[in-house]
T-cell receptor
Framework: EAGVVQSPRYKIIEKKQPVAFWCNPISGHNTLYWYRQNLGQGPELLIRYENEEAVDDSQLPKDRFSAERLKGVDSTLKIQPAELGDSAVYLC???????????????FGPGTRLTVT | DQQVKQNSPSLSVQEGRISILNCDYTNSMFDYFLWYKKYPAEGPTFLISISSIKDKNEDGRFTVFLNKSAKHLSLHIVPSQPGDSAVYFCAARASGTYKYIFGTGTRLKVLA
């Protein structure tokens, strides 16, 4: 079974430029998460989707960040314009859905390491 | 306010010995806890979980203990192997939500 796929793996941009990250979750996983992980910290949730609906975006800085999950499968996360403080690893994860037991397990992609100069 | 705390940033253990990684939380509404392992340049990998209705869950060499009164959980790895060297994150979820709060991680080094 293929895991969560993310691209690109690395991205270096100048501040004020736009950037986009792409995520393909595990087939059949209804829930998709975007996390940001700063150096030395744990992942912090940015947004969670149930199918195509964003059900928790309270942590997403909406002035510059946007996300979409068309057709409830792939998702993109965009930053426009990027700031120096956006340098981090952006992780995508997926899970079966709001079920107990196995459904609570999140499977993470390898992440995109963003460097803003 | 850090709701999930891993106060030991690093831990070194001899191969074959027990590794004990600790995690404390402050939110009494947390009812589900997970441990993830992360290798460099990879995403976190699910390791083991425990529901608040239990105080212990075991899976092979990995055991998680939950002490609700102390708001403390620990991950025991025995015997430790060099391949266990990684960063370990604990995470918690509040009842009725699907938002996971992660700790800052503990870097485990198992010495051969």
């Amino acid at each position: 079974e293929a895991g969560v796929v993310q691209s690109p793996r690395y991205k270096i941009i100048e501040k004020k430029q736009p950037v986009a990250f792409w995520c393909n979750p595990i087939s059949g996983h209804n829930t998709l998460y975007w996390y940001r992980q700063n150096l030395g910290q744990g992942p912090e949730l940015l947004i969670r989707y149930e199918n195509e609906e964003a059900v928790d975006d309270s942590q997403l800085p909406k002035d510059r960040f946007s996300a979409e999950r068309l057709k409830g499968v792939d998702s993109t996360l965009k930053i426009q314009p990027a700031e120096l403080g956006d340098s981090a690893v952006y992780l995508c994860a997926s899970s079966l859905g709001p079920l107990r037991g196995k459904g609570n397990e999140q499977y993470f992609g390898p992440g995109t390491r963003l460097t803003v100069t | 306010d850090q709701q999930v705390k891993q106060n030991s940033p690093s831990l070194s253990v001899q191969e074959g010995r027990i590794s004990i990684l600790n995690c404390d939380y402050t939110n009494s509404m947390f009812d589900y806890f997970l441990w993830y392992k992360k290798y460099p340049a990879e995403g976190p990998t699910f390791l083991i979980s425990i529901s608040s209705i239990k105080d212990k869950n075991e899976d092979g060499r990995f055991t998680v203990f939950l002490n609700k009164s102390a708001k403390h959980l620990s991950l025991h790895i025995v015997p430790s192997q060099p391949g266990d060297s990684a960063v370990y994150f604990c995470a918690a979820r509040a009842s009725g939500t699907y938002k996971y709060i992660f700790g800052t991680g503990t870097r485990l080094k198992v010495l051969a």
